[in-house]
Nanobody, 121 residues
Framework: QALLVESGGGLVQAGGSLRLSCAAP????????MGWYRQAPGKERQFVSA????????DYADSVKGRFTISRDNAKNMVYLQMNSLKPEDTAVYYC??????????????WGQGTQVTVSS
């Protein structure tokens, strides 16, 4: 059973930073692109960032470019999302995902349970 477990969410003031972590079973981690989605209250789930298996290719939503950085540690089966210069509009539940190409939501194969990020103004 594929299982992604996120951690690191919380409450932070605008301009602050958080780092999200995602632990994945090796069977999932070693064969998939990994990434993050988020869903704010009353809004649709949206793509945030993706990273290839090698870590050599990354992609970001325009709204987070220059502020968020995705990385992965293949030795630990971990994916991270470093979030800097946080804004109130970044408030959402953040989901770790795995799939062939997670930039396309329909191609996401595995979803984590989500972790809440709240940015106060």
């Amino acid at each position: 059973q594929a299982l992604l477990v996120e951690s690191g969410g919380g409450l932070v003031q605008a301009g602050g930073s958080l780092r999200l972590s995602c632990a994945a079973p090796e069977s999932t981690f070693s064969s998939h692109t990994m990434g993050w989605y988020r869903q704010a209250p009353g809004k649709e789930r949206q793509f945030v960032s993706a990273i290839s298996w090698s870590g050599g290719t990354t992609d970001y939503a325009d709204s987070v470019k220059g502020r968020f950085t995705i990385s992965r540690d293949n030795a630990k089966n971990m994916v991270y999302l470093q979030m800097n210069s946080l804004k109130p509009e970044d408030t959402a539940v953040y989901y770790c995902v795995a799939g062939a190409d997670v930039r396309v939501q329909e191609w996401v194969r595995v979803w984590g349970q989500g972790t809440q990020v709240t940015v106060s103004s």
